[in-house]
């Protein structure tokens, strides 16, 4: 399974960045593909400038990405991840959601694949 980080999937529906060859290898995958609903929220921002929000989302939706169903405990976990790291919000989710899964995590962020490395995660992107 690979957890999917916002930059990944901006790069793939910008189509024209500097990441979007490498977001269309990581998502040519046989592998399930999760995303945090956060982080789906945080890619849908730079679409919704642009009033194409439905339709990026359609595009997700064609990749066949389960949205992640959030256990009762997540909030505290992702605090005290981001205490420890002082990531980003957004990106607390996702780590959290990695290693509560035992996933790798495609994301093109070096800081937070820093910190997946640190805590066993495989990376893929950065």
Do not use: N
Not at 25 to 39: A, K, N, R, S, Y
Not at 105 to 126: I, K, P, S, Y
């Amino acid at each position: 399974m690979i957890v999917l980080d916002a930059s990944v999937l901006i790069s793939y529906w910008a189509g024209s960045d500097a990441h979007t060859e490498a977001a269309f290898g990581i998502l040519d995958t046989e592998e399930d593909l999760m995303l945090h609903p956060v982080t789906l929220a945080e890619s849908l921002v730079g679409p919704a400038r642009v009033g194409e929000e439905q339709r990026a989302l359609d595009d997700f939706a064609r990749l066949g990405v389960e949205r992640h169903r959030q256990l009762i405990d997540e909030p505290l976990r992702v605090a005290r991840l981001r205490a420890r790291t002082g990531l980003k919000l957004p990106d607390a989710y996702i780590l959290a959601t990695a290693v509560e899964l035992g996933a790798t995590l495609a994301t093109f962020d070096r800081r937070l694949a820093d910190a997946a490395r640190e805590r066993g995660v495989a990376v893929v992107g950065a």
